[in-house]
């Protein structure tokens, strides 16, 4: 089993189009993240949502909007797209713990292209 | 959290051993060291992580020098498979940002 999965892997669409990308994790993790990684590979926390309430918002467009219909699930909406949203965008989670420290878990990311 | 500081690239030789450095200078005494890789474009994986003993696993070795202001992550028998970004973090344990710096492209040849 996948622990953590994004789908989809894969998304080309055009400039001005909504598309969403949906993550899912099976590790019974309290925190989930999201990443975005861009041509330059630097890999950026865009938010995170612990107990599904949003804890962190790295100064993202509001043209992006997560959602987390539960502490297993954290879904990133994206309106309006465009050329420099095209990039890896990757989901996390850990398990915020004060009794040890949680690493992070990965999925495979979603590459996005945006034309 | 503390910024780290890493060579942008190394090289190792195939069945070496490959140190990658790590210089955190303003780390706090409740920031944990992390390491983490990247290969290829896959997500990166978690490697091992530190306070102030030296840690190991099955993966790799961290060795925290005593001041805490710097660390070395050994792979005792590099393989090509190694070959990946590396990256340094620093941060709070029970806190819930992960800051990636810019790591270390190590390259294992043949």
């Known amino acids: 089993d996948t622990a953590v999965s994004q789908t989809p892997k894969y998304l080309v669409t055009q400039m001005g189009n909504d598309k969403s990308i949906k993550c899912e994790q099976n590790?019974?993790?309290?925190?989930m993240y999201w990443y975005k990684q861009d041509s330059k590979k630097f890999l950026k926390i865009m938010f995170s949502y612990n107990n599904k309430e949003l804890i962190i918002n790295e100064t993202v467009p509001n043209r992006f909007s997560p959602k987390s219909p539960d502490k297993a699930h954290l879904n990133l909406h994206i309106n309006s797209l465009e050329l420099g949203d095209s990039a890896v965008y990757f989901c996390?989670?850990?398990?915020?713990?004060?009794?040890?420290?949680?690493?992070?878990?990965f999925g495979e990311g979603s590459r996005l292209t945006v034309l | 959290d503390a910024k780290t500081t890493q060579p942008p690239s190394m090289d190792c030789a195939e069945g070496r051993a490959a140190n990658l450095p790590c210089n955190h200078s303003?780390?706090?005494?409740?920031?944990?060291v992390y390491w983490y890789r990247q290969i290829h474009s896959q997500g990166p994986q978690y490697i091992i992580h530190?306070?102030?003993n030296n840690e190991t696993n099955e993966m790799a070795s961290l060795i925290i020098t005593e001041d805490r202001k710097s660390s070395t992550l050994i792979l005792p028998h590099a393989t090509l498979r190694d070959t990946a970004v590396y990256y340094c973090i620093v941060r709070v344990y029970n806190f819930n940002k992960f800051y990636f710096g810019s790591g270390t492209k190590l390259n294992v040849k043949p």
């Open positions: 996390a989670s850990s398990q915020v713990s004060t009794l040890k420290p949680g690493e992070l878990f």
């Open positions: 530190g306070l102030k």
């Open positions: 590790l019974g993790h309290d925190t």
């Open positions: 303003t780390i706090s005494g409740n920031e944990y």
